[in-house]
């Protein structure tokens, strides 16, 4: 079964900026809207940003302006550029694919990003 492998991440302080990766374990077809979400402790989940299938972009307000998702060189590859990073950005980080032809959707394992001076 495809899984989603993510890269990146990591330490940064204050304004610095992090990459984040993510792509499928192997080629597959039927893949929908890609997704970063993100966890902070004692926080639910929340999506970050989306890519759709038709390459349409949705943001949280929280990072507009800061955060750049894109499509990557490979196939089913996604990357959020993450600049002027603040310390309310730390969280672990998670990626979403939606399966079209299975009605469902897969997960990361999750990338912890910890933003402090």
């Known amino acids: 079964q495809v899984q989603l492998v993510e890269s990146g991440g990591g330490l940064a302080q204050p304004g610095e900026s992090l990459r984040l990766s993510c792509g499928t374990s192997?080629?597959?077809?039927?893949?929908?809207?890609m997704a970063w979400y993100r966890q902070a402790p004692g926080n639910q989940r929340e999506l970050v940003a989306s890519m759709s299938r038709g390459d349409r972009t949705n943001y949280d307000e929280s990072v507009k302006g800061r955060f750049t998702i894109s499509r990557g060189n490979a196939k089913n590859t996604i990357v959020l550029q993450m600049d002027s990073l603040k310390p309310e950005d730390t969280a672990v980080y998670y990626c979403?694919?939606?399966?079209?032809?299975?009605?469902?959707?897969?997960w990361g394992k999750g990338i912890l990003v910890t933003v402090s001076s």
């Open positions: 979403k694919a939606d399966l079209v032809f299975q009605s469902t959707s897969i």
């Open positions: 192997s080629r597959t077809g039927g893949i929908g809207t």
